[in-house]
Every structure is written in C-alpha cells, then in structure tokens.
C-alpha cells in the first residue's frame, strides 16, 4: 500500500558527498518508520540509518555514524539520508523500506515496503 521512489545516487570520489531522496505514496507516510538498507555485490542486504514515526527517533549503523544523516519530511512525504566523507566501502544499492510496525528497526524483516534501490559508486 506505500509506494516508495529512491533517487540521488551516483559516482563520487572518497570524501565527497551524496543526499539520496525516497518519495513515498500510496498511504499516511507518518504512520511508518523508514529506513534506509545497501547491499553490495556478493553480500547481504545491511542495515545503514533508520527514523521511526514515533518522536522521530533516529538509529544508525556503527560503520556510517558521524557521516550519514537520515531526516524525514513528512509534508512532503520524503525521507533522506544525506551521506558525507563517503567511502570506497559504501558502494553499493541503497535501498528506501518502510515499516508499519517492527519486532527489531534493525532487521530488514521488519520492512514491508521496499523501493527499487539507487547506486552508490564511490571510487578511491
């Protein structure tokens, strides 16, 4: 029942920045906690930075803190993460999911929307 568009990824140099956008539709954007998942070739899907609609809590994975920001926009239906000193590392798909409710914010289980996902290329 939510619909969800990501956009914003690219090719980027070590350091550099990227803000990547998920537009949502198709339902009350603010009942739903949105997170933010990547999955690079070879591995599995992983957590990166998570908001939940209740106080707007915000969650990060330990490898992105102090570099990724998440931050919702809920009039706009819109959630972002806004990625700084970006890494060779953080290459990869970066997928917008939403949760209507959750066992674990963490856990991509939880999820019950997914966009398509954009590329994140970072070269060294």
């Known amino acids: 029942q939510v619909q969800l568009v990501e956009s914003g990824g690219g090719l980027v140099q070590a350091g550099d920045s990227l803000r990547l956008s998920c537009a949502a539709s198709?339902?009350?954007?603010?009942?739903?906690?949105m997170g933010w998942f990547r999955q690079a070739p070879g591995k599995e899907r992983e957590f990166v930075a998570a908001i939940s609609w209740i106080g707007g809590k915000i969650y990060y994975a330990d490898s992105v803190k102090g570099r990724f920001t998440i931050s919702r926009d809920n009039a706009k239906n819109t959630v972002y993460l806004q990625m700084n000193s970006l890494k060779p590392e953080d290459t990869a798909v970066y997928y917008c999911?939403?949760?209507?409710?959750?066992?674990?914010?963490?856990?991509?289980?939880?999820?019950?929307?997914w966009g398509q996902g954009t590329q994140v290329t970072v070269s060294s």
């Open positions: 999911a939403a949760a209507g409710a959750y066992f674990s914010i963490y856990d991509a289980r939880s999820y019950e929307f």
């Open positions: 198709g339902s009350t954007f603010s009942n739903y906690a």
